[in-house]
């Protein structure tokens, strides 16, 4: 047997939810020690988040490069070398997980590498390759994550990817499959459309990105459609064939079948929690029928000493949300007051345009029995836009007619995923539109588009 060693606040996983508990944890004087069965960083940092906008924006810098005619720019044999942007997109991702652990350790965080499995309410067992050490603890934060969901009939290989098989991808396909376009297969997929893939998309669902409104899906398909990409939708992936040197896809739409040859197929058709293989039910902790955690507003579970957060929770699967709640469980340990609060929590795809949202959308305040009062302003009406030569999209702020509160906001166009930071601010603040139209914005910039739709709700708009 072994001796266990005694610790106070352990953290389970060390992705954007894990790394930032735990040194929000040291920071408010917990002894804290994090264990990681792979690579410090999660999925965000590793093959996620980080990794799928590098080769987004390689994706950019390429496609930009082959020329614009309307500004009367021609290029002439541009090349493209594949193993050099995996190599720089190695090297991003480095950068950031070596600052993590450095954040860590200047946090006097301890840093464990190993796999968690749960005894009871205080007692871990952390197993590297061939050792075993039990651990036991104070409190716990779990924050394991997730992982990609295969269906039965694609299994994943070299040729049916998930996405982190596209992500590391060692040449740039010819054409690619992509089944499910949630955000995660409608970026990838976007990325390698820039790069000259030809990408047939296949959602099993009415329209692509799930979770945005018409409107802005609508160019998004305009978007990918300019690039050569084909997009079927209420089509049911049936099976895959490999062959040679590629992958023959079968699918139906309306009753009929068909088939798309390519070289590689990606499936993104959801993520799963990493809660079946922890051991929690030897500690009874509480899941729903997903195999998600129940937990209350400071993220602690029906155990009182163990909280859970991130993807392994309800609510959107995203990095920042993980991460907030990360720092409210610290908080909640440390014996503060803090709860979560969703009403201000951003969702943005990284596509072209950029889609994002906050809050509501005006359809959702109808039905909360809100009277709605919507200022809409177009990226083609700001000078910033067009001097970028991208101005498709729109800018839209729901809010409360009687006072001007801001409700929510739906952007559609360049950089709306950073500008949808101003609109969480304005709906997690209680701010009204006359707060952002009363704000001076400066010209000529893309943010201007919040401070015209803010006049448009009040009724005083100045270019439209
Ligand atoms: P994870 O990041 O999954 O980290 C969990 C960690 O726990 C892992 O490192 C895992 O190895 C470890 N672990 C699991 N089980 C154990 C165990 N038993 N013992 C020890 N360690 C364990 N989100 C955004 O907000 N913006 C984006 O642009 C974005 N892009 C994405 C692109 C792709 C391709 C994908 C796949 C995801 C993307 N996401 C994005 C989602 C984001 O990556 C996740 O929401 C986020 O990583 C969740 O954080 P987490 O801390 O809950 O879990």
């Known amino acids: 047997g072994d001796f266990p060693i005694e610790v106070d606040t352990l953290v389970v996983g060390a992705g954007p939810g894990g790394y930032v508990a735990a040194i929000r944890a040291a920071q408010l004087g917990q002894k804290v020690t994090i264990v990681e ?50 190599e720089w997109k190695g090297s991003v991702v480095n950068k950031l ?3 993590v652990e450095s954040l860590l350790k200047g946090n006097k ?10 005894h009871d309410a205080n007692t871990v067992k952390v197993m590297d390759e061939n050792t075993s050490q039990t651990y036991k603890f104070n409190n716990c934060i779990i924050a394991t994550g997730s992982h990609p969901i ?23 396909p010819k054409k690619l499959v992509v089944i499910g376009a949630g955000y995660v297969g409608s970026e990838l997929g976007s990325a390698y459309a820039n790069f000259g893939t030809e990408v047939t998309f296949l959602e099993g669902a009415k329209d692509i990105l799930g979770g945005f409104e018409k409107q802005m899906t ?32 079968t699918y139906e739409v309306k009753g009929k079948e068909e088939t798309v040859e390519a070289d590689y197929v990606l499936v993104t058709v959801g993520r799963r929690p990493n809660t079946s293989e922890l051991g929690l039910e030897q500690v009874g902790i509480e899941m729903d029928e997903k195999g998600l955690i129940k937990v209350d507003k400071q993220s602690r579970t029906n155990i009182s000493n163990i909280y859970a957060i991130g993807d392994i929770v309800p609510g959107l699967p995203l990095a920042h949300k993980a991460s907030y709640e990360g720092k409210i469980a610290a ?134």
């Open 97 to 99: 997980t070596s600052g």
């Open 218 to 249: 609508a160019l998004v398909k305009k978007g990918l459609k300019a690039k050569g990409a084909t997009i079927v939708t209420e089509a049911m992936a049936k099976g895959v064939e490999e062959t040679a040197d590629g992958v023959k896809v």
């Open 331 to 464: 908080e909640a340990i440390s014996g503060e007051k803090s709860e979560v609060d969703y009403i201000g929590m951003p969702a943005v795809a990284f596509t072209e345009p950029e889609l994002a949202q906050v809050g509501l959308t005006e359809q959702q305040a109808k039905d909360a029995g809100y009277d709605v009062k919507v200022g809409k302003f177009p990226f083609a009406a700001n000078g910033r836009a067009l001097s970028l030569n991208n101005s498709d999209g729109f800018l839209k702020l729901i809010t409360r007619k009687e006072d001007g509160l801001v409700l929510g906001g739906q952007i559609a166009g360049p950089n709306a995923s950073d500008m949808i930071s101003e609109l969480s601010l304005a709906v997690e603040s209680g701010m009204t539109a006359e707060d952002i139209a009363l704000t001076v914005h400066a010209h000529p910039t893309l943010g201007e588009i919040t401070m015209e739709a803010a006049e448009v709700a009040i009724g005083k708009p100045i270019h439209i």
């Open 109 to 118: 965080v301890d840093i464990v590498r190993g796999e968690v499995y749960f």
């Open 37 to 86: 069965k792979n690579a410090i960083g999660g999925v965000c940092l590793n093959v996620g988040c980080i990794p799928s906008k590098a080769l987004i924006s390689a994706g950019h810098s390429f496609e930009s490069a082959t020329g614009n005619e309307a500004l009367g720019i021609k290029t002439e044999n541009v090349t493209i070398d594949f193993a050099k942007v995996q």
């Open 150 to 172: 295969e269906i039965p009939t694609f299994k994943f290989s070299d040729r049916v990817l998930d996405s982190t098989g596209a992500l590391n991808l060692k040449e740039v």
